[in-house]
């Protein structure tokens, strides 16, 4: 077992007031298999009213808002996790959404004809493992994607990644949910925290026949410690970690920071 410490923080600044701002936050960690919370804490500004609840994919949901005018928002999630190797098992059947297309992770008939004859080659046999797959998949979405920020948008769909081969975590995410499904490998999209600093991470997880397995193609590799889970779906837009409406016609300049240390 090993214990992190998670601090993750976002300063939102609005260029002029708002009000009646209502915000949706997946930024606490999941308790699983995996892992477990010893000590969590939330702060969210003043004037702001939350609750707490679960989405139907059993993420762990903050939401709420306030009416008054106001120039800033700012919440901090801070804790400390326990984890052992990263494996989510369930004794539940897999939903067949995890094996279906979706918008952001859909090829078209081209791509995906193009797709079944490379990986025809990536796999040493027809019995290869789903786990086997899924790292040769990852491998192959590392090695033909080129790291480059702000040269997409968090509507970018896989078909179009598939071509320009460019991206960040996000993108590298759904074309390999993209890959896998096509080989008939259930497969979600994760977002969350990686040891170290900056921002939130993006990685997936696929379905073994036991387990669900942690890869990260943004980095080539299969998921063993380091990495704290906030929430799971299809794809993106199934788990944004915030997400909020307002009344004003203010621009937003976010800052986000996060660390994950080891204890």
Known sequence: MKRYLYN??????????????????????????????????????PGYRVCRGIDAFGNRLVYGGQREEHTTLAYVSTGIVEMSQYVSRTDRGISPMYLTDTPLTMLDLGQAAAWLETSRGLFPSKDTG??????????????IMSYMPLTTTV????????????????????????????????????CGFVEGTGETHAWV???????????DPTNDRRITYGYVKLAHGRDASDCPVNRGVYLGN??????VGVTLVEL
Not at 20 to 31: D, E, I
Not at 250 to 255: G, L, R, S, V
Request: charged share 15%; glycine share 4%.
């Open 155 to 190: 509507d970018t769909p896989a078909k179009e990644i598939f071509n320009v081969r460019r991206g960040v975590c996000q993108d590298y995410a759904h074309l390999m949910i993209a890959l896998c499904r096509l080989c008939s490998i259930p497969a979600r999209y994760v």
């Open 8 to 45: 993750y923080q976002t300063v939102v600044t609005f260029s002029q007031p708002i009000a009646n701002h209502y915000l949706l936050l997946r930024c606490q960690p999941m308790s699983g298999t995996y892992m477990r919370i010893d000590e969590e804490h939330l702060i969210v500004s």
């Open 130 to 143: 789903q786990a086997e797959k899924a790292m040769a998949i990852c491998h192959h979405v590392y090695g």
């Open 205 to 215: 997880e696929i379905h073994d026949g036991y387990s669900w397995l942690g890869f």
């Open 250 to 255: 203010a621009t937003q300049q976010n800052i």
